[in-house]
Nanobody, 123 residues
Framework: QVQLVESGGGLVQAGGSLRLSCAAS????????MGWFRQAPGKEREFVSAITWSGGRPYYADSVLGRFTTSRDHAKNTVYLQMNNLQPEDTAVYYC????????????????WGQGTQVTVSS
C-alpha cells in the first residue's frame, strides 16, 4: 500500500510559479515511479510528468517541457513539481500517483493516487 498527499496548489497569475509537493508513505521503495497528472473541467486526466523513484530520472509531457521540473527527496519520501511560467491552460486539479510500470504515461497504469490539489492560473 502507498498513501499519497498533495499540497501546494493555489491561485497564481499568468507567468507565475507554484511548487506542488506529494508526500508518500507506505511501500514507496518498491515503486518504479511517481507521476503527476492533471484534470481540467470537462477534460480527461492527462500526464504531466513522472520521476523514477530509485534513479531520479524525470520525464515530461511536451506541453510542460521546459516550464515544469519534477524532483524527489528520498529522505522525506516526497516528490515535487516546480511549475514556472504558468498559463491559464495549466488550470486543473493536479494529482500525484505511483506506478510499477516503467516509463508509462497512461493514467490506467498508475494504481495509487492522491486526493488532488487545485491550481488556478488567471490571465
Amino acid at each position: 500500500q502507498v498513501q499519497l498527499v498533495e499540497s501546494g496548489g493555489g491561485l497564481v497569475q499568468a507567468g507565475g510559479s507554484l511548487r506542488l509537493s506529494c508526500a508518500a508513505s507506505g511501500r514507496t521503495f518498491s515503486r518504479f515511479a511517481m507521476g503527476w497528472f492533471r484534470q481540467a473541467p470537462g477534460k480527461e486526466r492527462e500526464f504531466v510528468s513522472a520521476i523514477t523513484w530509485s534513479g531520479g530520472r524525470p520525464y515530461y509531457a511536451d506541453s510542460v517541457l521546459g516550464r515544469f521540473t519534477t524532483s524527489r527527496d528520498h529522505a522525506k519520501n516526497t516528490v515535487y513539481l516546480q511549475m514556472n511560467n504558468l498559463q491559464p491552460e495549466d488550470t486543473a486539479v493536479y494529482y500525484c500517483a505511483s506506478t510499477d510500470v516503467p516509463f508509462t504515461r497512461h493514467a490506467r497504469e498508475y494504481d495509487y493516487w492522491g486526493q488532488g490539489t487545485q491550481v488556478t492560473v488567471s490571465s
